[in-house]
Structures are given as C-alpha cells and as structure tokens.
C-alpha cells in the first residue's frame, strides 16, 4: 500500500471517530440529567406501600408511626409537630411535606429498603395536595340583647300599652290602735290576739298582779291591751 493511501485511511478513521463521539455526547448528557432530576410523584405511595402497606394513618406501637413510618424524634426534628403530635396523625400530604425535607438532608438512605423497591432516585417530588395545618377558627358569637317588646314578668300592659313597673308592694305596717297611749319599755310585747289573762298564765303569774305592774301602759281597762305595748312583770 501506497503512503498516500495510507494517510487517506488514517484521516478516514479518525473522521468516523470524531463523529461518533459527536453523536454520543447528548446521550451522555442525557443520562446525566436524568439521574439528578426529581423522581415521579409516585414514589411516595410506592415507599409508603412498601414501609405501611400504604397506611398513612398507622400505629402499630412499634415506634414508628403513619405511612412512611417517621419514628417520633424525626418527625419532631422536621416539623411534622405543626401537623400533629406524631405522623399517623397527620393527612398524606402533610406526611409527604415532612418526608421531603428528610429526603432533601438524608438522601433516599433514610427509607433504605423500600426507596430502592420504589426505584426512588434524583430529589424528592414535591408535595401534592395543602400541607399546611389546618387551624379551627372559633369566632366568640355575640348576644346581641333585644329590648323585649312585649309583656315582661311581674309588669302588666295598661290599655294604653304602657308597660307600668311596679316595684314589689310592702305589706303596709299595722299601726296600733290607741297610740295615744304610753307604749313603755318592759319584758314582753303585746302580739295580736294576746289577753291579759292568757299572758299571766304563760309566764306563771296572775293578770291581776300584771295589770297592777302596767297599768299606766294598758290603761283602765284590763281588757283591753293593744299589740306593741311592752308589758313589764
């Protein structure tokens, strides 16, 4: 073979090499990308069917609780206390909103076995669905206190429709009869109803000896003793 020949093969070769590098070079890349982009939104159900059998609401006392089974002590450290006080708790999207933030410091390594069962790869998926915590609003509800338009207990409606208010009436004093009379200072008080003899008799005495001892309060008559008198034995 000629040296002419001989160079024309050489740059023939290095040609076709040149151009399958080219052609190779976007595949390549194309890989690369491919192992940093974001896994699909699937992933967490898979992982979650692997870890709970795909219950995000688990509790099986063994320390690790919900869907993706978060012991206590990271489900704290990553927030997932905003949500509830442990992951079975918490709704699957709010389980996935923590799990992404343990992904993005621990990698897939932190679910070991069933990442790599789920073909987990690249950074976490975002989380679909609200995350954020629900808090009830209680708004105090006002009593608004009508004034009452019609008849209130213990006022009665003129025909006028005047409402009269009456305060309670007081029973009206009984004022003894014969006030005149000297009402002195004694032992026992003339009640309603009393006699002289009948008051003698309570107090073991004779009426003669009590009418004797207040007659300047009773008067002439023994008979006639008046309620509020004080009588003195």
């Known amino acids: 073979m000629s040296e ?10 290095k040609t076709a090499v040149l151009a399958g590098a080219a052609l190779l070079a976007p595949l390549g890349l194309l890989a ?6 974001a896994a699909d939104s699937g992933v967490w159900d898979r992982i979650a069917q692997c870890e709970s059998g795909g219950n995000w609401h688990i509790n099986t006392g063994n320390g690790y609780y919900g869907g993706l089974q978060f012991s206590a002590s990271t489900w704290r450290a990553y927030g997932g206390t905003a949500y509830a006080a442990t992951a079975d708790g918490a709704s699957r999207s709010q389980q996935i909103a923590v799990a992404t933030k343990v992904q993005g410091a621990q990698g897939w390594g932190a679910w070991p076995t ?11 998926p975002a989380a679909s669905g609200s995350a954020s915590a629900t808090t009830k609003s209680t708004k105090p509800t006002k009593k608004s206190a009508k004034p009452s338009t019609g008849q209130s207990a213990g006022k009665a409606t003129g025909s006028g429709g005047s409402t009269a208010s009456e305060a309670p009436s007081k ?6 009869a014969h006030v005149g009379r ?8 003339v009640r309603a109803g009393d006699t002289l003899s009948g008051i003698a008799a309570r107090y073991t005495t004779t009426w003669q000896h009590l009418y004797a001892a207040n ?3 009773i008067g002439d008559s023994p008979d006639l003793i008046v309620p509020g008198q004080k009588l003195d034995f």
């Open 182 to 189: 000297s009402s002195s200072r004694g032992d026992y008080t």
């Open 32 to 37: 690369a990308t491919g192992n940093a982009a």
């Open 215 to 217: 007659k300047a309060v």
């Open 171 to 176: 029973a009206p004093e009984r004022s003894p």
């Open 4 to 13: 002419c020949a001989d160079s024309y093969t050489r740059k023939t070769r």
């Open 114 to 124: 069933c990442s790599a069962r789920a073909g987990a790869s690249g950074s976490a």
